[in-house]
């Protein structure tokens, strides 16, 4: 089981306070969403649980571990097992469904063999496997999110962040989704959805909601 900690973590844009300090835990086989309006700090959480803020961009003050392990950039969260789903999703037009599953596994040296029948589980998973061979760029805006969550699947996470990854999916996907990020957990992982659908958010084990940076527990873990 994994255990993702944060200590008075905070963002700032300039003057802007996006998040407000927070000390959260979130241990492994549990599923943790984080609801809010648009621009409450959903996404600044995530990005700054998962490393991703750049310096020059905002500044982060506080630690963040997996397991114990202060996580000092990117790259650390990368190696300690940390995989976010932006919102948006980050995946490549021109790659097909199920090269955009693929490439990050050959990149990180998954042997071929095994890569594929990762890729082919995860699409499954979530009920794509039939549009493997799609261009993301044909894909709605739904199944690219499935993708993007396949590929997080695949990847075997120790914390999986997920960032509005349900947001284009009509109700049985969404409840497919939820399914499979609780599958994550029960795997071990720690796992945390961005949401502002509550209806989602009532299917998780816990709801923190953020209010300009401001965090509140609806439902504690």
């Not at 300039?14 to 549990?30: C, E, K, M, N």
């Not at 750049?54 to 990368?78: H, Q, Y």
Request: net charge negative; with cysteine; hydrophobic share 45%.
């Amino acid at each position: 089981m994994s255990e993702l900690r944060a200590v008075g973590l905070s963002v700032t844009y300039g003057d802007t306070v996006a998040v407000h300090p927070l000390d959260l835990r979130v241990p492994g086989g549990r599923l943790l969403s984080v609801t809010g309006p648009s621009g409450a700090g959903k996404s600044s959480l995530l990005w700054a649980l998962a490393g991703a803020i750049r310096p020059a961009a905002a500044t982060v003050r506080g630690t963040v571990c997996v397991d114990g392990s202060v996580l000092e950039d990117r790259e650390g969260a990368a190696r300690a097992g940390v995989v976010l789903v932006p919102q948006g999703n980050g995946l490549g037009g021109a790659l097909t469904a199920e090269e955009s599953v693929l490439v990050p596994l050959l990149a990180l040296g998954v042997p071929a063999r095994e890569a594929l029948a990762r890729v082919d589980d995860s699409l499954t998973r979530v009920g794509l496997a039939e549009s493997g061979r799609h261009l993301v760029d044909q894909l709605s805006g739904g199944q690219q999110q499935r993708v993007a969550l396949a590929r997080a699947f695949a990847l075997r996470p120790a914390v999986l962040l997920a960032d509005e990854s349900t947001s284009d999916l009509d109700a049985e996907n969404r409840g497919r989704m939820i399914a499979a990020l609780r599958e994550e957990a029960a795997r071990g992982a720690s796992v945390v959805l961005a949401t502002h659908d509550l209806e989602a958010a009532a299917e998780t084990d816990a709801t923190l909601a953020l209010d300009e940076g401001v965090a509140t527990w609806v439902r504690t873990l």
